[in-house]
T-cell receptor, first 111, second 112 residues
């Protein structure tokens, strides 16, 4: 079974721009979660989607948003990028409410 | 809220030794615990999990121990190999949401 895939793997943007990241979960998994990973803050939970509905949300500003499609694929969007948004963005999928399996991440660099 | 911490940011061992990575959590309501391994340039990889109704669980070369009294868990890796070199994260979740809070990670360095 194919794992979680994320595109693109690397991205360079400038301050003020916006970015959209994509995640395809493991086949059959309906829950998709997004995390931000930085050396200073570690792994921080952004939000979780289940059956196209946001089910949980972390403590991030409204510039961070996401959505999930009927095929369980998910996208997250960051608007008005700041330097501090540079991070590895990880997507994880799970079947219902159980173990999360992570993708390789998208490395975002904001200049 | 939950906080999860690891006792050592770095652990160096010799190939063939047993490794023990420790983790503490703060929320006594946490009932699901997971260990992940993250290699450079990759996402975290699930290693093993344990629920609060257990105090020990074994996998292939790995054992997780849970001590709910002191809110501590550990990951033991038997016969550590160079391929085990990575950052190890513990995570804790509660309330059936399975949205875990992650610790900061311990970097395991295995010397040949």
């Amino acid at each position: 079974k194919a794992g979680v895939t994320q595109t693109p793997r690397y991205l360079i943007k400038t301050r003020g721009q916006q970015v959209t990241l994509s995640c395809s979960p493991i086949s059959g998994h309906r829950s998709v979660s997004w995390y931000q990973q930085t050396p200073g803050q570690g792994l921080q939970f952004l939000f979780e989607y289940f059956s196209e509905t946001q089910r949980n949300k972390g403590n991030f500003p409204g510039r961070f948003s996401g959505r999930q499609f009927s095929n369980s694929r998910s996208e997250m969007n960051v608007s008005t990028l700041e330097l501090g948004d540079s991070a590895l963005y990880l997507c994880a999928s799970s079947h219902r409410a159980d173990t999360q399996y992570f993708g390789p991440g998208t490395r975002l660099t904001v200049l | 809220g939950e906080s999860v911490g690891l006792h050592l940011p770095t652990l160096s061992v010799q190939e063939g030794d047993n490794s023990i990575i420790n983790c503490a959590y703060s929320n006594s309501a946490s009932d699901y615990f997971i260990w992940y391994k993250q290699e450079s340039g990759k996402g975290p990889q699930f290693i093993i999990d344990i629920r609060s109704n257990m105090d020990k669980r074994q996998g292939q070369r790995v054992t997780v121990l849970l001590n709910k009294t002191v809110k501590h868990l550990s990951l033991q890796i038997a016969a550590t190999q160079p391929g085990d070199s990575a950052v190890y994260f513990c995570a804790a979740a509660s309330g059936g949401s399975y949205i875990p809070t992650f610790g900061r990670g311990t970097s395991l360095i295995v010397h040949p």
